[in-house]
């Protein structure tokens, strides 16, 4: 058994109207809490497909420790979260006309997609929660943030109000979502050189100021997709099982490093 229910159904304390603050619980969690069976339940109730709430950690299937982390894609409409998305899980690009998703019933309908990934022998399951960037689903949006482990903060590349908007991004972040959420800044669609109108120096300064890593990417090429996901996938896995005597992860050297070695483009 992976899931223990702990509140039913909807119309729980989950709310778009909720108070922005009543979310925030650390996650807490360590190897060192976890029970021999490998199964562990933090306090934290999480909202699963169906709209229920359960408490969910990691499992043990097949002697491999699972762990399961909430991921969400936000940024401003057309800056492609669900491209982004799309690659990572496909490996496709969504070319044509562009298709901006909308969130009109936040439990139901809210697109998310699952990938198991292998990180240090671990098999970390990431549920990735794309989301709406048009301002009128924006209260949809707010409700999901303190569900979120992870945030990959988006802007385009070539559309410049998608980089202005990032601060606001960000103070929206820390008034609704966990506090120690994991944030990370890509600019994407770097693969548009002709109509980059923000450059990659800019995105790294304002990154720096926030203190959050960087990473340029492109849905359409696939340059540094798996990166950033990685990346994320790895400070998850870090914070969840954590031995006392091991080194903290640092999210921001690994993403530098590997940016270098890999010269500074990787697909
Ligand atoms: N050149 C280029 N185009 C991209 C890239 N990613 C997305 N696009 C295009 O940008 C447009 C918007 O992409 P979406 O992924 O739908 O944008 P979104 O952020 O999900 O937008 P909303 O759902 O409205 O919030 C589409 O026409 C995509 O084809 C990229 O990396 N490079
Ligand atoms: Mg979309």
Not at 154 to 176: C, G, M, P
């Amino acid at each position: 058994m992976s899931r223990k229910k702990a509140v039913k159904g909807k119309g729980s304390s989950k709310s778009p109207k909720a108070s922005p603050s009543s979310g925030r619980t650390g996650r807490g969690l360590t190897a060192a809490a976890a029970p021999s069976s490998g199964l562990v339940y933090p306090s934290r109730p999480s909202l699963s497909n169906s709209g229920e709430f359960y408490d969910i950690a990691f499992k043990v299937s097949r002697g491999i420790l699972r762990v399961i982390n909430r991921v969400m894609l936000v940024g401003d409409s057309g800056v492609g979260k669900t491209c982004l998305l799309v690659r990572f899980k496909d490996g496709a690009f969504l070319a044509g006309s562009f298709i901006s998703t909308v969130g009109i019933d936040f439990r139901e309908n809210m697109p998310h997609k699952n990938k198991v990934m292998s990180i240090d022998a671990v098999k970390v399951k990431l549920q990735i929660w794309d989301t709406a960037g048009q301002e009128r689903f924006r209260s949809v949006t707010h409700a999901y943030y303190r569900d979120a482990n992870a945030l990959l903060l988006l802007y385009d590349v070539t559309n410049k109000a998608s980089f202005d908007n990032i601060r606001a991004w960000l103070t929206e972040i820390h008034e609704y979502a966990q506090q120690d959420v994991v944030v990370m800044l890509l600019g994407n669609k770097a693969d548009s050189t002709h109509n980059r109108v923000v450059k990659r120096e800019e995105g790294e300064k304002l990154a720096k100021e926030f203190g959050v890593p960087f990473m340029e990417t492109s849905a359409k090429s696939g340059l540094n997709v798996e990166l950033a996901f990685t990346a994320v996938a790895k400070e998850l896995k870090h914070r969840t099982m954590k031995e006392p005597d091991e080194p903290k992860f640092q999210l921001k050297e690994y993403v530098d490093k590997e940016m270098r070695t890999a010269g500074c483009c990787r697909s």
